[in-house]
């Protein structure tokens, strides 16, 4: 049976994954939605779905109760800071993008739901 620490240890580094694989993703649809190739995006989409469910389960439980990071130690958690950072940025570029704001095409923009959930 694993101790309470190396089950932190293992969430927080799940966590670490499932976000950079997103990032990365995120990274490939960004470069593609600035150059005007959305239609490009839509086979990674059952990849990023996938993960994105993964991540939001491991995220779920976090929220749910934060002491299951208890012992994973601190330069794991900054790793998983950084890299949620970083994934947060990319998502916002891509959000940028989506709207149009920084893509330089003035139709690359939403029809419906332009927020974004926000």
């Keep these: 049976m694993a101790s309470v620490a190396e089950d932190a240890e293992l969430r927080v580094r799940t966590l670490i994954a499932l976000t950079e694989e997103l990032t990365a993703i995120f990274v490939r649809e960004n470069a593609l939605l600035a ?4 239609h490009e995006i839509a086979p990674m989409q059952e990849d990023k779905a ?22 994973a130690g601190e330069a794991l958690l900054d790793q998983l800071r950084t890299t949620t950072a970083d994934f ?11 709207r149009g704001d920084r893509s330089g095409s003035p139709g690359l923009r939403l029809v419906a739901g332009d927020d974004l959930g926000r």
């Design 35 to 38: 150059a005007g190739q959305m």
């Design 50 to 71: 996938r993960l994105a469910a993964a991540y939001c389960g491991a995220i779920r439980e976090v929220a749910t109760d934060r002491a299951v990071l208890d012992g």
């Design 88 to 98: 947060e940025r990319r998502a916002a570029e891509q959000h940028a993008l989506l």
